[in-house]
């Protein structure tokens, strides 16, 4: 049986953990969160005292974090788990950091004989609790291919983008797009309401025209249009608006490194961070809708 050691067990993290154990891998969970530990723990995970003690006996190492200075955190230095784990063993960071953090942390893994795959995910925290996610790899084939059967039971579907740091370059890619869609449907609703049209009217049209998108189709950020959006539910839940905003930033740090021009992605990422500064950091990031169509 594959042991593998999960670091992160937060919205994404915890979910995704819960699909192994159910899948009948053996998993050693860690965890900032007594309570997050606690739910594993009753699925029959085993609860670790510190990522050093989750590590041990474990031949796969995943880690799902908030941001690159928390994976570098874990992984690097002195004190990092790299200095710990045997050589041959396969870590996998999910988290969604910058590509050449990706890539740094790669690099330090085959400095020390370790074998690293970066594979950030896409389908937010209902996907990670159906196990529906799209896991976007970069690292090598052969790394992958180990890996596949431990990602096949968190998603449904596992893209390998190239080396390591691809994985998060392709995620970045997708979110700016998210971000910029979201805002320009937002945009494109709150102007039809303005001049008298009934949003879920506009919505049909839209999304049977040649202004389809899945903000549009499958995640309407207009309130009472679609039942199971977070709109729906005063947009709780879901991506929050700070994530949202994290990943945009992202693609700008990666436009900036690599030259290229991002126009509307650095415009979508101003929006979200007035937004988000407005207090809504911690609501859906469909709520930019508020933005174009304030609510009373």
């Known amino acids: 049986m594959t042991h593998i050691a999960f670091i992160g067990l937060g919205n994404m993290g915890g979910p995704m953990a819960l699909n192994l154990v159910a899948k009948g891998f053996s998993v050693a969970a860690f965890d900032l969160s007594a309570e997050a530990l606690a739910r594993l723990q009753a699925a029959g995970a085993r609860a ?3 990522a050093l003690d989750a590590v041990q006996g474990a031949s796969v190492v995943i880690s799902m974090l908030p941001a690159g ?3 570098q955190a874990l992984y690097l230095g002195e004190q990092g788990l790299f200095a710990s784990l045997p050589k041959g063993t396969l870590v996998i960071d999910c988290s969604t950091i910058a590509a050449s953090d990706a890539r740094k942390v790669a690099d330090a893994a085959a400095a020390a004989g370790l074998r690293m795959l970066d594979a950030p995910v896409s389908g937010g925290t209902a996907g990670a609790a159906a196990g529906t996610l799209t896991f976007i790899v970069g690292g090598a084939e052969t790394d ?3 890996a596949r059967p431990l990602l096949e039971a968190m998603g ?9 740091g691809a994985g998060q370059t392709a995620k970045i890619c997708n979110n700016m797009l998210l971000g910029i869609l ?4 937002a945009e494109a609703l709150a102007l039809g309401v303005k001049n008298g049209l009934d949003p879920k009217v506009l919505s049909d049209i839209m999304s049977k025209s040649s202004g389809r998108n899945w903000a549009l189709e499958l995640y309407n950020p207009w309130p009472g249009v679609m039942e199971s959006a ?3 539910r005063g947009y709780s839940g879901g991506f929050m608006t700070a994530l949202m905003l994290k990943d945009l930033g992202l693609a700008e740090t990666t436009a900036l490194d690599s030259h290229a021009a991002t126009p509307l992605g ?3 990422r101003n929006l979200y961070e007035s937004h988000a500064a407005a207090g809504h950091g911690q609501l859906d990031f469909s709520s930019i809708l508020q933005y174009f169509h304030p609510q009373d």
């Not at 893209?159 to 390591?164: I, K, Q, S, T, V």
Request: positive net charge; hydrophobic residues 45%.
């Open 182 to 185: 979201m805002a320009g449907t």
């Open 69 to 71: 200075k928390h994976v």
């Open 230 to 232: 977070p709109a729906s």
């Open 266 to 268: 650095t415009l979508a």
């Open 48 to 50: 670790a005292s510190s």
């Open 144 to 146: 992958l291919a180990e």
């Open 156 to 164: 449904k579907n596992i893209f390998h983008a190239g080396g390591n």
